[in-house]
């Protein structure tokens, strides 16, 4: 098949360049001229474990471009990849969305399915359908299917091609054939074939229920650290109820990323669209806030203030595995740091230079320049007078009690639980972590 796909970012290109692996001809779309060029001589413009590898391993039926009349023009079927990012007021930004689909609409020149795999309102598929309908200028027939993408940075790769399931929500038999075709080369996963408000919904449900998960252990966690138990404990006794499962439920400073707190808000500001509260998911996006702060308030335990303190952070990406530093907790502390008068050095394998230019741009180069970024974790311990841990990166967990030395006093404020407590134990040395004591 002849597939064009409209957005290069995480769920855009990792889609084509998987549609790529299983036979097709595949078209990715960018306005970005620069990102363009650089997929053309065979760089991925994200950090994303094996995609490189399977863009050179495909090259020959992946092409990337600006020119997207061509690109539409012979497409048996489209896929919308691009952002949703959250506005101001919580819901999603569609204007991204409607941009490709009125350049679609002036462009094909046969009958196509348009499939929305970007994260859309429940409702929206309908609403581009008709858009396109009413914006063709060529007789044709299009139709628009939903099929929600459940990929997860830094696995991007490994859940596409062995994804959980595919979603594909459509109104016709012509839209579930096309899909089916477009996905014959994905093996054994279940295809699960819904209307189009229901697959909009699947998204929104499971990525709003993931963070729900994350906001209630965390709560239980804090929780925990009042009556003496341990997170990790309760939560591997938990784990072997088939009902609970034991994946996502580890506690820490909140989730963070382009999904879970943009997913949250947008549902939230649905509900009340429909003059519905959603109270769950409203408590889910509270508890995150506040646990972002979580070790800022225990380090007032050590130091009223962090005034002249030498503070060194390790991991400033919202995970490991990527390169992504969108709604990370690092981002809010980093600030609040060097508002306390603490002069801060941070440490991230790939997230500092992104961090560098985020920190410019939400708050000043004043605060910036307060900022040592540091290329050895060594560097960023030597001399600190306390350490927070942001994420759990493997060079991050594969660190002993003997590489905390070099602080001036050793007090470790662990976000990510990255440490047997056993370790610490007996030792000089101060460590508190999300849920567990000492
Ligand atoms: C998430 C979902 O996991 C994907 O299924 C979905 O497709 C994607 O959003 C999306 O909508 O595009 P992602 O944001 O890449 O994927 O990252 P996750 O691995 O889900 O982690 C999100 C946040 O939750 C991270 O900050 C992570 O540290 C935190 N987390 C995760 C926890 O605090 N505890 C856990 O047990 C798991």
């Not at 490709?100 to 462009?107: D, F, M, P, S």
């Not at 859309?120 to 993408?149: H, R």
């Not at 784990?239 to 499962?245: A, H, L, Q, T």
């Amino acid at each position: 098949m002849n597939i064009a796909i409209a957005g290069t970012g995480y769920v855009g290109l990792c889609t084509g360049v998987c549609m790529a692996h299983t036979g097709h001809y595949v078209t990715c779309v960018d306005i970005d001229e620069q990102k363009i060029n650089l997929m053309k001589s065979g760089k991925s413009p994200i950090f994303e474990e094996g995609l490189e590898e399977l863009m050179t391993l495909n090259n020959e039926r992946l092409t990337y471009t600006t020119d997207y009349i061509n690109a539409y023009q012979n497409a048996d079927i489209i896929f919308i990849g691009v952002g949703t990012p959250e506005k101001k007021d919580g819901s999603a930004n569609l204007s991204y969305v409607y941009n490709v689909a009125k350049q679609i609409a002036h462009n094909v020149t046969k009958d196509c399915v348009v499939v929305v795999k970007s994260t859309v309102p429940i409702g929206t598929n309908d609403k581009i359908e008709n858009f396109i309908k009413s914006e063709l200028k060529k007789p044709v027939t299009i139709y628009v299917a939903s099929n929600p993408e459940f990929l997860a940075q830094g696995t991007a790769i490994r859940d596409t091609l062995h994804a959980s399931r595919i979603v594909i929500g459509v109104e016709n038999q012509y839209s579930e054939n096309i899909l089916r075709q477009a996905y014959n080369g994905f093996k054994d996963i279940p295809i699960v074939v819904t209307n189009r408000r229901s697959a909009e919904m699947i998204k929104y449900a499971s990525n709003d229920f993931l963070a729900l998960k994350i906001s209630y252990i965390n709560e239980i966690a804090n929780l925990c650290e009042l009556i003496g138990a341990d997170i990790q404990e309760v939560t591997n006794g938990m784990g072997y109820d088939e009902r609970i499962g034991d994946k996502f439920l580890n506690a820490g400073i909140g989730y963070g990323g382009s999904c879970f707190p943009k997913d949250t808000k947008a549902l939230h500001w649905l509900a009340s669209f429909h003059d519905y509260e959603i109270k769950t998911i409203k408590a889910a996006i509270e508890v995150n806030e506040q646990q972002k702060f979580k070790l800022f308030k225990k380090s007032r335990k050590y130091y009223e203030s962090l005034e002249g303190l030498t503070v060194a952070v390790l991991g400033l990406t919202f995970k490991p595995g990527t390169d992504d530093l969108r709604e990370a907790p690092s981002l809010v502390n980093v600030p609040l740091f060097v508002d306390d008068g603490a002069i801060v050095k941070v440490w991230d394998p790939v997230g500092s230079e992104a961090f560098k230019n985020a920190m410019e741009r939400e708050h000043n180069s004043e605060l910036n320049e307060k900022v040592e970024y540091c290329d050895k974790i060594e560097e960023t311990l030597k001399e600190a007078d306390i350490c927070f841990i942001f994420t759990e990166w493997p060079e991050i967990k594969a660190l002993e009690p003997k590489d905390f030395n070099n602080m001036k006093d050793v007090i470790i404020l662990d976000g990510r639980n990255c440490y047997d407590l056993n370790v610490f134990s007996g030792k000089n040395i101060k460590y508190e972590s999300i849920g567990r004591s000492l």
